[in-house]
């Protein structure tokens, strides 16, 4: 389920345009495989203002939780330069096939990340990345924060960001595909902008991938509307090919706005 774990928390937010207010917002998501339910997502979006902040919580549940039981916690920080993000705070914390997972990264320098914490290393099972691939990045949220500014200013999909999240270093794109009618299901139904999404990784493949079949593209498609009123603009459904499960789709089944001083989730307890 690896590829779900790369692709999901870009997918989320690679087409949420700048919020029309100024609270945060709170979506959750369930993501389905082969016909059952594998996954729960939970994504905050908080990026008015000077400063940004986005979360994201990823959990496995019913016979993939069994199998392979995952919760991961991710979060972003960072000030806005214009239409540019500039990251300072990059955090992953969590489980994943029984082991700890931790990244903690910063950039005390602008596009120069700095690895503190890296757990496991990438020696025990990742090509490293080389230096050279990690100058002029940004982590996969903040990148993509900014590709949620250039969706506002445009009104179109077409965007792309490179990025390195401590393991792996990839370059994702948007395109533009047009508006399609979504039946009603989950918390949405209505008119939503397709959106086609793509990763190519770089560096960083596990040992055990072949390279070819490693480098090849990651594809996804998104559609984004606005599920509340006057209210950012979120991607409502996800559906992204895999090897062994067909068609992974993920569904908006919740949203709804943080006041003032709340909290920023860090996902359901």
Request: charged residues 25%; hydrophobic residues 40%; proline residues 9%.
């Amino acid at each position: 389920m690896s590829p779900i774990r790369l692709l999901l928390p870009a997918a989320l937010l690679a087409l949420a345009p700048a919020p029309s207010q100024a609270e945060p917002l709170r979506a959750r998501y369930e993501v389905r495989a082969a016909g059952l339910q594998v996954m729960e997502v939970e994504a905050t979006f908080d990026l008015d203002g000077p400063r940004y902040r986005v979360v994201t919580r990823i959990r496995t549940t019913g016979l993939a939780g069994v199998f392979s039981s995952g919760d991961q916690l991710t979060s972003a920080e960072g000030r806005w330069r214009g239409a540019e993000p500039v990251p300072a705070h990059y955090r992953v914390d969590g489980t994943w096939r029984g082991g700890r997972r931790q990244v903690v990264m910063d950039w005390p320098t602008p596009g120069r990340p700095v690895l503190s914490a890296l757990e496991p290393p990438n020696e025990t099972d990742r090509e490293p990345v080389p230096e050279a691939l990690r100058l002029g990045t940004m982590d996969a949220l903040s990148a993509l924060a900014k590709l949620t500014r250039t969706v506002a200013q445009t009104g179109r999909c077409d965007a792309g960001a490179q990025v390195y999240d401590g393991r792996r270093r990839a370059d994702y794109s948007v395109q533009t595909v047009g508006l399609e009618a979504l039946p009603a299901g989950g918390a949405f139904g209505g008119e939503a902008l397709r959106c086609a999404f793509e990763s190519r990784l770089l560096a960083g493949r596990r040992g055990d991938q072949d390279p070819e079949q490693a480098a090849k593209p990651q594809p996804a498609t998104a559609w984004m509307a606005r599920p509340l009123p006057d209210r950012i603009a979120i991607p409502v459904r996800i559906e992204m090919p895999s090897r062994w499960f067909g068609t992974i789709r993920v569904m908006l089944t919740a949203v709804e706005p943080l006041r003032s001083g709340q909290e920023v989730a860090q996902g359901r307890q």
